[in-house]
């Protein structure tokens, strides 16, 4: 099945009836493969207009081939043309992680290809998804092709905005950039990390739980960390041996584990007891949990009491432009000012400015280390106003576009290391509540500082083992 190329930007296969382990295998031939590779496209999109069923095995055989494409030819590999229903499917077969790019249409992933370029500033494109990073990352990757993206925060205000919809050149809903994508194995709220749990849990959760990950969001300071049980039906001796185990070592660096609506009567008490003694609290709910005043005293966030004071390895200081680039270039173009770079050097964190505000991401893998991106109030304003909307005062929705803001600069990085055969993992990001918590967190630690200026608004990029 030989694909059609669009516009030079996007070569699409489009298979038609079954997508299954027996239909797949065929679908994409070696001759195939050679036919996209000669072309110089930018994307490789399956389209499901005519695929009448499909299901998770027939998708991972021909996604081995996509992948194979995708690592020659550099170029972002998914699906498009799908409805609701297949849309949704894709998620329930990957478990919300899903390694590849989903565009609704053929239009709205020629928007991401740059295969289409804004005739003017005023054509505006309506954006919405239900992840808050999602709605970010795609309203950034549109405002850089010239578009003008309005960003609607709610399913509600989507729906509203749509009733206007001859306003907008295009709609992008039920889009998924997996490009840009990382492995997510919590949700934040505020400064808590949330971890998901379901089923019973045995000595598997070992297996499951992204330990590596769990250290490194200790690492960038968060210490308040919720597990969701409510659909967990019961544990046994391993998994509480296990959340022990968690705890024990997480308290070294004043961490709190919670966990919530675990049905306790199918819990033996005896589990219950040992974790307690371990300083794992139990809530019956989430409402219960938010308000105790243990967790209210640390949901502000914390420094981390580091066991050891790591040092920078030459490995990640070789790969500081990347990072640096993937800032700067984000900042100039959504606040449509020129950073000048003023002085750079390997120090203590040392502030620069006034009415600060700070978001961390720690990153693990090839290489290690911690992100920071430091800027005034005002500045966050306005590099934050295309995910907010408005250039809003509420220090809460700022903490969370930065912190939105920082996770896209990780996220990019992580895509220009991979195609230099350098692999990352990256965690939530984290705000600070004051630049004092910040200094706390990176206390004793040598890192690069480059500071730089926009306009008259200072910014400090950190990088710290």
Do not use: W
Request: glycine share 6%; net charge negative; with cysteine.
């Amino acid at each position: 099945m030989r694909p059609i190329v669009k516009k030079q930007r996007i070569a699409v296969f489009t298979p038609q009836g079954f997508l299954d382990g027996n239909s797949a295998s065929g679908l994409i031939t070696m001759q195939d493969m050679e036919a996209t590779r000669s072309t110089k496209v930018s994307m490789i999109l399956v389209s499901m207009k005519k695929v009448v069923f499909f299901n998770k095995n027939g998708v991972t055989i021909l996604l081995d081939t996509l992948i194979k494409l995708q690592k020659d030819m550099k170029a972002t590999i998914g699906f498009c043309d799908y409805n609701k229903k297949q849309y949704e499917a894709f998620f329930n077969f990957f478990e919300g992680e899903i390694p590849f790019s989903l565009f609704k249409t053929l239009d709205v992933a020629m928007l991401f290809a740059g295969g289409v370029e804004a005739k003017s500033d005023s054509e505006n494109v309506l954006v919405y998804n239900e992840d808050s990073t999602q709605r970010s990352m795609q309203a950034i990757e549109i405002y850089d092709r010239g578009y003008n993206p309005v960003v609607a925060q709610t399913l509600d205000d989507f729906e509203k905005k749509m009733q206007d919809s001859e306003k907008f050149v295009e709609v992008v809903e039920s889009t998924y950039l997996g490009f840009m994508g990382n492995k997510i194995a919590a949700k934040t709220r505020g400064n808590c990390v949330v971890y998901y749990l379901k089923g019973f849990l045995d000595g598997s959760v070992t297996e499951q739980f992204d330990v590596m990950y769990h250290q490194n969001c200790l690492k960038v300071g968060f210490q308040l960390f919720m597990f969701d049980a409510t659909r967990v039906s019961s544990l046994n001796i391993h998994a509480a041996n296990f959340f022990s185990r968690l705890s024990t070592a997480g308290a070294e660096y004043g961490a709190l584990i919670a966990i919530v609506g675990l049905d306790m009567e199918k819990t033996p008490k005896a589990f219950v007891e040992e974790l307690e003694d371990a300083g794992i609290m139990f809530f019956e709910n989430e409402t219960d949990f938010l308000t105790d005043e243990t967790v209210r005293s640390m949901a502000g966030g914390g420094s981390a009491i580091k066991k050891e004071k790591n040092k920078l390895t030459k490995p990640v200081v070789a790969k500081l432009p990347v990072f640096v680039e993937s800032a700067m270039g984000t900042l100039q173009m959504m606040t449509n000012m020129i950073a000048q770079k003023e002085s750079m050097n390997i120090q203590p964190f040392a502030a620069k400015g006034k009415d600060l505000m700070a978001s961390s991401v720690a990153f693990y893998g090839d290489i290690e280390g911690m992100v920071t991106l430091v800027m005034p109030k005002r500045l966050v304003q306005k590099s934050c106003m295309l995910l907010v909307g408005e250039e809003s005062e509420d220090e809460e929705v700022l903490s969370d576009a930065l912190s939105e803001l920082v996770n896209i600069v990780a996220g990019k990085s992580k895509t220009s290391l991979q195609e230099s055969g350098v692999n990352i993992n990256i965690t939530l990001p984290r705000s600070y509540t004051s630049i004092e918590d910040l200094k706390s967190t990176l206390e004793g630690l040598q890192g690069v500082q480059v500071n730089f200026s926009f306009d008259d608004y200072p910014f400090t990029f950190y990088l710290s083992p």
